[in-house]
């Protein structure tokens, strides 16, 4: 595998746990772009949304993400929930193999409810309101794989069968 295969969805739709699998079935590098950046700047994603604000953080996912790809090779990447909600990262990101890891609302919400480490969990409403304005954005990706059980190999599998099948 020589193309990096990114992993998009909203936060608790298993886009690490499901990445490391499949790197592992890939026998490639798994990426995590949030744990990357966290390890980099010696912070934690949390406190650039305490303490500069989601612009700033945003500002620092993007360089991240360009640099990722920059690279070149093969290697799974999972985004921070937010990542391809973003119009840049988007264009950053096309002609690429982005999965959409699609979660049903009540899982997602059951994984993640108040967590604290996540800045945008800690409110219900917006987590709820961000969850569907986020949905059409994440459609955009090249893939989309339901991911409607805690069982990471059901999805890793659809994952390769789609990147498997011809378009
Ligand atoms: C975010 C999701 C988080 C992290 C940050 C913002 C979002 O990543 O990047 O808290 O905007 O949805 P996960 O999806 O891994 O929780």
């Given at each position: 595998m020589t193309e990096p295969v990114i992993l998009v969805g909203f936060?608790?739709?298993?886009k690490s746990t499901i990445g490391r699998r499949l790197a592992e079935r890939l026998g490639v590098e798994f990426r995590d772009l949030d744990a990357r950046i966290e390890a980099r700047e010696g912070r934690t994603i949390a406190s650039f949304f305490d303490q500069e604000g989601e612009a700033f953080f945003r500002e620092l996912e993007s360089r991240s993400l360009a640099a990722e790809l920059s690279a070149g090779g093969g290697f799974v990447l999972a985004l921070g929930g937010g990542a391809f909600a973003q119009e840049r990262n988007r264009a950053l990101l096309a002609g690429h193999d982005t999965v959409w890891l699609d979660c049903p609302f009540e899982l997602v919400a059951a994984r993640v409810a108040r967590e604290t480490n996540r800045p945008l969990a800690r409110d219900p409403e917006r987590f709820a309101r961000l969850f569907a304005e986020r949905r059409p954005l994440y459609a955009l990706a090249k893939h989309r794989v339901a991911v409607i059980s805690d069982d990471p190999d059901e999805a890793v599998t659809a994952i390769l069968h789609g990147l498997t099948r011809p378009e």
């Open positions: 936060m608790g739709s298993g």
